[in-house]
């Protein structure tokens, strides 16, 4: 059986190059791949497109990301929160492009692609700022915006648990866009606080089956939101 | 009749294409004779099934006593689950089979065109056909490998120019496993890469409904 | 806290009227919801479509629903019936009324409608005879089909397990379209094994949310796909 383990983070991430379209987990902190994008971040990749809910806490994080300059495009749905002031500092000297997505857009778009369909009919956004450019469809009298699939180069997500084929459980609200992003793209990394034996997860739980799953790294159990750069 | 003594049996069909399962791919089988395909795969090749029905790691069938009525495949056979595996619901399973998860499905046929169009799911002469998950799967996997065998009842080419059954998919078949031969389906027309034993490479042209490139023909190694 | 627990049979499936739109759940034997059936059956409705994926050949279940006179309409992805000449099945093909849809896209079309979604573009079926009258498209140079989405005025599924707010899991390849079906429908009516206390069931492991329930049935285990008719 293929090993999927990686035992050092730069084997996690070292095929991740610049340019790559990266699909980052986490909702607000929870979720967030944090030693995952530190090991980018150590990297020093360049000219990459990020793919995630929001434009980071603190400097930690997709902030950190943003900050040393690894950035050039956030595809987000959430980027003028409070905490985001790395991101809006960047933002507003031009320095990183911005794309808004409704949330459940932004979420169904990942899961269109990573189910192989073609694009979707949603009402979210018709008639507002965020649907310009977009198709609009008429179907049954009422109106729709066609949206595309959105895949990555890569999946950096966070889970609970993992067994030896990738299966891999969730915690609370850290669940959020890790499932989905796991599907939609190319090559999925997987950040988890702890790997078991096989057997030993109740295939009735498994939420990502591990043929969606590349590589994983474990991390044990760490505190969220926490500054870890130098 | 020494081509009928020379046609491979289901099992020695299934033995050859199971050689060609690649370590760490997740297959997919249609039913009928590519389920004897899991039966074959050598002990130290990891190779994953998926059933249409929500099963990621369907494996053999039960012991006696061990049968599990709410654990079948979607051949509607009892089978167990391997380690590591998982359920999944309908629209997760479809969207493994629909994006491209799938390295390879090993479907029944009953045309396949030289432009690899798959046609399995009606005959001509069906009231009304059934689908089921066959479209999905031959649209979505990475690679859809044909298995039957290489004439009708009435003898005729199940290899053609040209589709006249009804489609399944469109393009999507790179080989085919036949009770006489092994053939590669590819941009330049077909290949014929191996016979079965005792037959020739002429025998087989002479039911086949397209031109067979025979530059490089070996002997498929039938499986005891 | 409402009750969703319906007593009796009828309770259960008493409020579906004649012309109603049922998705019943099932692949093969394994999910089908047996005891919900015949107690439709027993009210002797008419004029219902049925959505399901395979009504199977054994005299009971959903084929009882047709031979009986029950059944307008037939939305499937695999019959036996007419090859089987069950009674009922050929009327409904020579009026018309049998609809074949490839079952990934069956559960997608379910899905958008679960999902509040328009409908979606497919590679499915692309260029074959389940793709006429349909319109298509094409994305990024590949041609896509548009499927609507479906809805129906009520689920019949099976579950495993629920708790009083019917949350729902699910056992083995039981699972298939329930979960799916559960989401898509007006009114979803479950059949369960077991009812279970609040807090019994882990929440990491509910597949199917009790928000998606509006009532359930329980019915103890019982020997699959054994013929109860009359």
């Not at chain 1, 990266?22 to 030693?35: A, M, N, R, T």
């Not at chain 1, 073609?118 to 956004?125: E, M, Q, Y």
């Not at chain 2, 790691?57 to 509607?76: C, N, R, T, V």
């Not at chain 3, 015949?38 to 084929?63: A, E, M, S």
Request: charged share 25%.
């Amino acid at each position: 059986m293929k090993n999927k383990k990686s035992a050092t983070l730069e084997q996690a991430v070292g095929r991740i190059q610049d340019g790559a379209t990266l699909l980052v987990g986490g909702f607000g902190q929870p979720g967030v791949p944090e030693i995952l994008i530190d090991g980018v971040c150590d990297l020093r990749r360049r000219d990459l497109t990020i793919v995630t809910n929001n434009a980071g806490t603190g400097h930690s994080g997709i902030a950190r990301l943003i900050e040393e300059g690894c950035v050039s495009r956030l595809i987000c749905s959430f980027p003028w929160a409070k905490e985001s002031f790395v991101f809006k500092e960047l933002y507003d000297a031009g320095k990183i492009e911005l794309e808004i997505v409704p949330q459940g857009t932004l979420a169904e778009r990942m899961r269109t692609a990573g189910a192989g369909l073609g694009g979707f009919l949603t009402p979210t956004g018709v008639g507002t700022d965020l649907a310009d450019g977009k198709k609009t469809m008429t179907v049954d009298g009422k109106d729709y915006v066609l949206e595309k699939p959105l895949r990555g180069d890569f999946a950096l997500i966070k889970a609970y648990q993992t067994d030896p084929r990738g299966n891999l459980i969730y915690r609370k609200t850290a669940r959020n866009f890790n499932p989905i992003m796991a599907m939609a793209s190319d090559f999925t990394i997987v950040e988890v606080q702890e790997d078991v034996p096989i057997d030993a997860l109740d295939p009735e739980i498994i939420v990502t089956p591990g043929v969606f799953v590349d590589t994983y790294y474990v991390t044990g159990w760490y505190e969220i939101g926490k500054e870890r750069n130098a | 009749m020494s081509e009928q003594t020379n046609l491979l049996t289901r099992q020695q069909i299934a033995a050859r294409a199971a050689q060609d399962m690649e370590d760490g791919w997740l297959v997919n089988l249609g039913i009928g004779m590519p389920t004897m395909i899991p039966a074959f795969i050598p002990k130290d090749r990891d190779v994953m099934f998926h059933s249409e029905n929500g099963l990621i790691g369907m494996g053999p069938p039960p012991a006696e006593g061990e049968a599990d009525q709410d654990l079948i495949s979607a051949g509607k056979e009892l089978v167990t689950m391997i380690s590591g595996g998982s359920y999944v619901h309908h629209t997760d399973s479809f969207a493994i089979a629909r994006g491209g998860r799938l390295d390879c499905a090993v479907l029944g046929a009953f045309q396949v065109a030289v432009n690899g169009d798959l046609c399995n799911w009606r005959l001509p002469n069906q009231t009304s056909g059934s689908v089921g998950g066959a479209m999905d799967i031959a649209a979505g996997s990475k690679r859809v490998f044909a298995m039957m065998s290489h004439t009708a009842r009435d003898g005729a080419a199940k290899i053609v120019a040209e589709r006249t059954y009804p489609l399944t998919a469109m393009q999507v078949v790179t080989k085919i496993y036949t009770d006489m031969a092994v053939i590669s389906v590819t941009p330049d027309g077909l290949i014929l890469n191996e016979v079965a034993p005792g037959l020739t490479a002429d025998e087989v042209q002479a039911v086949t409904d397209a031109p067979l490139n025979m530059d490089d023909v070996g002997t498929i190694n039938v499986a005891a | 806290m409402k009750g969703k627990k319906s007593a009796t049979l009828e309770d259960a499936v008493g409020r579906i009227g004649d012309g109603a739109s049922l998705l019943i759940g099932g692949f093969s034997d394994p999910g089908v919801p047996e005891f919900l059936i015949d107690g439709v059956c027993d009210l002797k409705r008419r004029d219902l479509t049925i959505i399901t994926n395979n009504p199977g050949f054994r005299h009971g279940g959903i084929v009882r629903l047709i031979e009986e006179g029950c059944v307008a309409r037939l939305v499937c992805s695999f019959q036996w019936g007419l090859e089987k000449e069950l009674d009922g099945f050929r009327q409904l093909y020579d009026a018309g009324n049998v609809e074949i849809v490839p079952q990934g896209t069956l559960a997608e079309r379910m899905r958008a409608a679960g999902a509040g979604l328009g409908g979606f573009l497919t590679p499915t079926a692309v260029g074959t005879d389940l793709a006429e009258g349909k319109p298509t498209m094409t994305v990024d140079g590949r041609e896509y089909v548009l499927e609507k989405p479906l809805k129906g005025d009520f689920a019949l599924i099976k579950a495993f397990k629920t708790d009083p707010r019917g949350n729902l899991i699910y056992r083995k390849t039981a699972r298939n379209f329930n979960p799916v079906m559960a989401m898509a429908a007006d009114y979803t009516i479950a059949e369960v094994q077991e009812d279970v206390a609040m807090d019994a069931l882990d929440p990491e492991i509910i597949v199917t949310p009790g928000v998606f329930v509006d009532t359930y049935y329980v019915t103890g285990w019982y020997k699959i796909g054994k013929d109860r008719s009359g």
